[in-house]
């Protein structure tokens, strides 16, 4: 078990963490493979006589599972290891603590989150009314990790790379994307323009997946997970990010579309308030334009979203993606009624 060939499985890690002295004995701990990732591994390690105590074992795939040809740096799953390490100090609680790494086999392990536990997304789907509370608090959290790394030198010189970002994110995203509209060579320009001007923006850490689905809520409380495309460079790039999920569920869920922007209008006043920013200041500007991009990336990129399958949907999205693209709204609340218009 001390090759990079070696692939952990619910069978065999009980034993592994045996060998590495991490547990006394592999029948005292039970485990199960989570769900929901293309890029790693992700394993669930518990222990029926201390049901407080939880890991997850986390070990990054080179070649991602989807249709296509999707290849990354296995070495990522360190620099996300890195990240949290230096970010708990800062965030506390709203991050797992790092155990163990493993560079030989490309995994780490992390204290999990508090049994009982849910996955935003789960609820975001469900359209639960305590969504918009939940909203508020991503947003001040997205806020204090923008705020705590912007002009931090050690953080910049750490996460500076950003080979991952541009494999996981830039590539299979935005690029693959222009490269599919042909047909419309404006949107490939707004696109490629798009790239251009967001890596030029190097100002704070950026988590690159701060997505509901990395969000996990235990009461009043959240908990961030998966930092494998962590980089320093331009921070709007989450909070676009996120919005698409919110928007992204609202076409998929239109008779609750109200709820979703009730979300989006929490977590932007809650962003907007924590970051101090300016009504029309360069983050609003940028957040929309990366909103528009991953609206059509998520469509026709490498990675569309599970959950929009039928055309008539898919053809709505990439029509209120290309709008915003070719033509921004100047600020926030002209870009809900936009695609409030849509409903």
Sequence with gaps: MKSKNFLLSPENLPMYLEDKKLVKDANDCVVRELGGGVSNIVLLVEWPDDPERRWVVKQSLGKLRVKDDWRSDRERIFREADAIHMLRPILGNALPEVIYKDQRNFLYIMTAAPRGSQVWKESLLACRLS???????????????I?????SSKFELWFHQRTNFDQLRINPYYRTTALRQANHPQVQTALRKLITDSL????????????PKNILVHGKDIFLIDFEVVHWGDPSFDAGFLLNHLFLKAFHRPQFASIYFDAVREFWKA?????????TGDFETMTIRHLGGLMLARIDGKSPV?????EKTKARVRKVGKSILLVPPSNMNELVAVISNEF
């Design 131 to 145: 969504d918009l509370s939940v909203a508020r608090e991503v947003g001040l959290l997205l806020a204090r990790l």
């Design 147 to 151: 705020n705590s790394t912007a002009a």
């Design 200 to 211: 030029k923006i190097q100002t704070s850490l950026v988590h690159g997946d701060y997505s």
């Design 271 to 279: 962003l907007h308030a924590g970051l101090g920013l300016d009504e």
């Design 306 to 310: 599970e959950y929009i399958n039928d």
